[in-house]
């Protein structure tokens, strides 16, 4: 079993830059896969990007490719997700995931066991 909480998520406007942070808590956390998804109301759950147990392979959505950064302390059990030239278009839920099995099935989100309850970023234009 692993806790995850999302932190960082609030208001801001177009082009600003917000990090949100994902804290995990019970396994080990260098044990899983990390993966960041957003899911806006009534539509499916969208893949954002993920990170392997080590940090060392990232995979992002064309969509938030060069301006969405991915990271993660196994020392503080924490996950990061850097977002700049933030967009209206990105305002949703964000939830972080987390998953012991890292393979070509990251962008699905039946692959991931354990989310977040998930944080609020809101982008005014």
């Known amino acids: 079993q692993v806790q995850l909480v999302e932190s960082g998520g609030g208001l801001v406007q177009a082009g600003g830059s917000l990090r949100l942070s994902c804290a995990a808590s019970?396994?080990?956390?260098?044990?899983?896969?990390m993966g960041w998804f957003r899911q806006a109301p009534g539509k499916e759950r969208e893949f954002v990007t993920v990170?392997?147990?080590?940090?060392?392979?990232?995979y992002y959505a064309a969509s938030v490719k060069g301006r969405f950064t991915i990271s993660r302390d196994n020392i503080k059990n924490t996950m990061y997700l850097q977002m700049n030239s933030l967009k209206p278009k990105s305002t949703t839920v964000y939830y972080c995931?987390?998953?012991?099995?890292?393979?070509?099935?990251?962008?699905?989100?039946?692959?991931?066991?354990?989310w977040g309850q998930g944080t609020q970023v809101t982008v005014s234009s």
């Open positions: 019970g396994r080990t956390f260098s044990s899983f896969a």
């Open positions: 990170i392997n147990r080590g940090g060392g392979r990232t």
């Open positions: 995931a987390a998953t012991t099995w890292f393979t070509g099935s990251y962008a699905y989100s039946h692959t991931y066991d354990y």
